[in-house]
């Protein structure tokens, strides 16, 4: 059963573009959405993280947009450069007795960036 | 100061060899967590350790795998036997304690192949 789903399973931008990926959770008990980068050759690393109780946060070039009702949160990418180019993936967590910091992965998006 | 450290990066085996797989965390981290990544099922948590003591091991796939956290700067996980759907890359990942939800590091992975 596949609690986070994500989407596009690859995207192609061209440099200066924005870049959305999206993803769709199912657990209402979910309280942490990070996203994180992975270069090929590379482990994940983390890119940027929202909780439930904002709608929106910036950093840089990036910025996660969360909508609790529909259970759907986006990464979008502004001013997209080729070093962007990358494997994104989306993730969620809750806090529990059992399941601190257990993070359920997308299954990730391939992002290429055109010069 | 060093990021998670995997080894060995690469590792080529015949089925029914005895693989084991290496990570050494960031110092001062308390959490641990064995993940594998393929093109099929994405990225999976295996199992995660908290102060050297297993809190999860649902996602291990049966009984040929297993991992151990000897002391709090090292961790293995084993597969014996393997067998040619074992073929994956494995991440360790750690994060420290800390008030909320504390981002895991990763280190590079450990490309396994069973032939």
């Known amino acids: 059963q596949q609690q986070v789903k994500q989407s596009p399973q690859s995207l192609i931008v061209q440099k200066g573009g924005i870049s959305i990926i999206n993803c769709a959770y199912e657990n209402t008990a979910f309280d942490y959405f990070p996203w994180y980068q992975q270069f090929p050759g590379k482990g994940p690393a983390l890119l940027i993280a929202?909780?439930?109780?904002?709608s929106e946060k910036k950093e840089g070039r990036f910025t996660i947009s969360f909508n609790k009702s529909a259970k759907q949160f986006s990464l979008h990418i502004m001013d997209s450069q080729p070093g962007d180019s990358a494997t994104y993936f989306c993730a969620a967590s809750m806090e529990g007795r059992g399941s601190n910091y257990k993070l359920t992965f997308g299954k990730g998006t391939l992002l290429t960036v055109n010069p | 100061d060093a990021g998670v450290i995997q080894s060995p990066r690469h590792e080529v085996t015949e089925m029914g060899q005895e693989v084991t797989l290496r990570c050494k965390p960031i110092?001062?981290?308390?959490?641990l967590f064995w993940y594998r990544q393929t093109m099929m099922r994405g990225l999976e948590l295996l199992i995660y350790f908290n102060n050297n003591v297993p809190i999860d091991d649902s996602g291990m796939p049966e009984d040929r795998f297993s991992a151990k956290m000897p002391n709090a700067s090292f961790s293995t996980l084993k597969i014996q036997p393997s067998e040619p759907r074992d073929s994956a890359v494995y991440f360790c990942?750690?994060?420290?304690?800390?008030?909320?939800?504390?981002?895991?590091?990763f280190g590079d992975g450990t490309r396994l192949s069973i032939l």
């Open positions: 110092s001062g981290h308390d959490y």
């Open positions: 929202i909780r439930p109780d904002v």
């Open positions: 990942a750690s994060s420290p304690q800390g008030i909320g939800h504390q981002p895991q590091h």
